[in-house]
T-cell receptor, first 113, second 114 residues
Framework: QQQVKQSPQSLIVQKGGIPIINCAYE??????FPWYQQFPGKGPALLIA?????SEKKEGRFTISFNKSAKQFSLHIMDSQPGDSATYFC????????????FGGGTRLMVKP | DAEITQSPRHKITETGRQVTLACHQT?????MFWYRQDLGHGLRLIHY???????NKGEVSDGYSVSRSNTEDLPLTLESAASSQTSVYFC?????????????FGPGTRLTVT
């Protein structure tokens, strides 16, 4: 069974801190690694995604770091704000699986003012 | 604007009853998915469809069924609701073209089975 393992399950940081969420995968056929952000009472929404041909991608305050040899990727949130408090899911997908995504278990982030 | 909607948003039902959760998307996407979200388990795939008349089982399909009679809708049916099916259910859709992975999620349905 394909798996994506995510840690930590929960994270509390102060405003301005840099929370880091980590994910590890097993299947080397994965070729797409997105992060989804979910606010309470809402569905998840795509935040940022990376392909395995690059080691880092930045979009605003959000950065994905990707280590292909270690089969790990992580999300960094620079200058975190209380409005970033949400649940974050990593995922992995590959075309041979019909573009399906396998999700990690989620991380509940709280950014304190 | 295109969107994906789910109804009802909240549902309480009794053990053994049949329940159907609706999902409707106006993206004209080929792919549609049903997930359940439980604390500690993330999002687990229940069923998915790549087009009209196509349905497939996901990771946790026991006790659930879907049918796809048109592009826009993928209703999820719990044949005989069980307390273990108390969860938040999300429907999602994606374009379906090669390399197009992004999934658009609905707002979710919170189901309680008593």
């Amino acid at each position: 069974q394909q798996q994506v393992k995510q840690s930590p399950q929960s994270l509390i940081v102060q405003k301005g801190g840099i929370p880091i969420i980590n994910c590890a995968y097993e299947n080397t056929a994965f070729d797409y690694f997105p992060w989804y952000q979910q606010f309470p009472g809402k569905g998840p929404a795509l935040l940022i995604a990376i392909r395995p041909d690059v080691s880092e991608k930045k979009e605003g305050r959000f950065t994905i770091s990707f280590n292909k040899s270690a089969k790990q990727f992580s999300l960094h949130i620079m200058d975190s704000q209380p409005g970033d408090s949400a649940t974050y899911f990593c995922a992995a997908g590959h075309g041979d699986a019909g573009n399906m995504l396998t999700f990690g278990g989620g991380t509940r982030l709280m950014v304190k003012p | 604007d295109a969107e994906i909607t789910q109804s009802p948003r909240h549902k309480i039902t009794e053990t053994g009853r049949q329940v159907t959760l609706a999902c409707h998307q106006t993206w004209n996407h080929n792919n549609m998915f049903w997930y359940r979200q439980d604390l500690g388990h993330g999002l687990r795939l229940i069923h998915y469809s790549y087009g009209v008349q196509d349905t497939n089982k996901g990771e946790v399909s026991d006790g659930y069924s879907v049918s796809r009679s048109n592009t826009e809708d993928l209703p999820l049916t719990l044949e005989s609701a069980a307390s273990s099916q108390t969860s938040v259910y999300f429907c999602a859709s994606s374009e379906g073209s090669a390399g197009s992975y992004e999934q658009y999620f609905g707002p979710g349905t919170r189901l309680t089975v008593t």
